[in-house]
């Protein structure tokens, strides 16, 4: 975005066309990092919607020591785990169209019965029951590539814990996977 600097002035300053073009430039990415976080559009959309409002809240907080990306990224993030703790305190029926949030490739041969679409929901059942910390970090790791330190940035955690985090949802992933596509 660019005169960030100046856009955030103005925001503060009370201009609210300043903070809709924020709003506007960013959206696409906070709602990416909520689907990843809570693995719902629909809570996705909320969790975008929070975020925007905790940033508005703390604006003049802002002090531009981190890009602004990495900041509503954190946001994002720790709103989409609160979204995930609320909905586990009350649980309600998933559905299917939760299954098209992770795209998992798996290598295929004719005789292994192994289809993509019971992968894909057999892991995103199993991502569903890790914690959403651990979630996060293995998400943003191993599905997307992204270095522990790149990690440790955006979520304002050493990088130690990022590779914790990563460890226990692997040792998890495992255990939770373990037997499922065996014949």
């Known amino acids: 975005m660019p005169n960030l600097q100046q856009t955030i002035e103005e925001a503060v300053s009370g201009r609210p066309e300043a903070y809709e073009s924020i709003v506007r430039y960013y959206e696409a990415f906070v709602f990416s990092v909520a689907v990843r976080v809570t693995l719902d559009r629909d809570e ?12 508005y809240a703390g604006l003049s907080r802002f002090r531009g020591q981190s890009k602004l ?3 509503l990224y954190r946001i994002a993030t720790n709103a989409g785990i609160d979204m995930v703790r609320r909905r586990s305190q009350h649980p309600v029926s998933g559905n299917d169209a939760q299954a098209d949030l992770l795209t998992v490739e798996a290598p295929q041969t ?16 199993a991502l569903e029951e890790i914690a959403p910390a651990f979630r996060t970090a ?14 440790a940035t ?13 460890f226990r ?9 373990s037997g499922t596509f065996e014949s």
């Open 44 to 55: 996705a959309y909320d969790v975008t919607q929070e975020t925007f409002v905790r940033f």
């Open 69 to 71: 990306s990495s900041y």
């Open 110 to 125: 004719a005789g292994d019965g192994l289809d993509t679409g019971e992968v894909k929901k057999a892991v995103l059942a």
């Open 138 to 151: 293995f998400i943003m790791v191993d599905l997307e590539g992204r270095s522990y330190e790149e990690v």
């Open 154 to 166: 955006d979520l304002g955690i050493p990088v130690g814990t990022v590779k914790s985090r990563v």
């Open 169 to 177: 949802a692997r040792g998890e992933l495992r255990t939770l996977l």
